[in-house]
Nanobody, 119 residues
């Protein structure tokens, strides 16, 4: 079965950190750019960050620049999103997605992991 599985979400206080992981099963991530998306209640899903197949190119949504870092370990078939200085407005369900390139259509979606930033 081909799937992406996210983990690492949870409840954190403002200013705290979380690291999300996205692991593939049934296929290798080497051939895909990987994006992280999020969807807050009542809002549209938005792209947060993306990393190219080699890891040499990354991009970020403006509100998370300087706070979030995307990385990948192809040997572990895993992509990470390190989130620091979290704010209440970062609260959302976070999804990872595999795509041929960062601006291309999504081939696989993960099931999502909840991130809640609250005191």
């Amino acid at each position: 079965q081909l799937q992406l599985v996210e983990s690492g979400g949870g409840l954190v206080q403002p200013g705290g950190s979380l690291r999300l992981s996205c692991t593939a099963s049934g296929f290798t991530l080497d051939y895909y750019s990987i994006g992280w998306f999020r969807q807050a209640p009542g809002k549209q899903r938005e792209g947060v960050s993306c990393i190219s197949r080699s890891g040499g190119i990354t991009n970020y949504l403006d509100p998370v620049k300087g706070r979030f870092t995307i990385s990948r370990d192809n040997a572990k078939n895993t992509v990470y999103l390190q989130m620091n200085s979290l704010k209440p407005e970062d609260t959302a369900v976070y999804y990872c997605a595999a795509r041929s390139y960062c601006s291309g259509p999504v081939t696989y979606w993960g099931q999502g992991t909840q991130v809640t930033v609250s005191s």
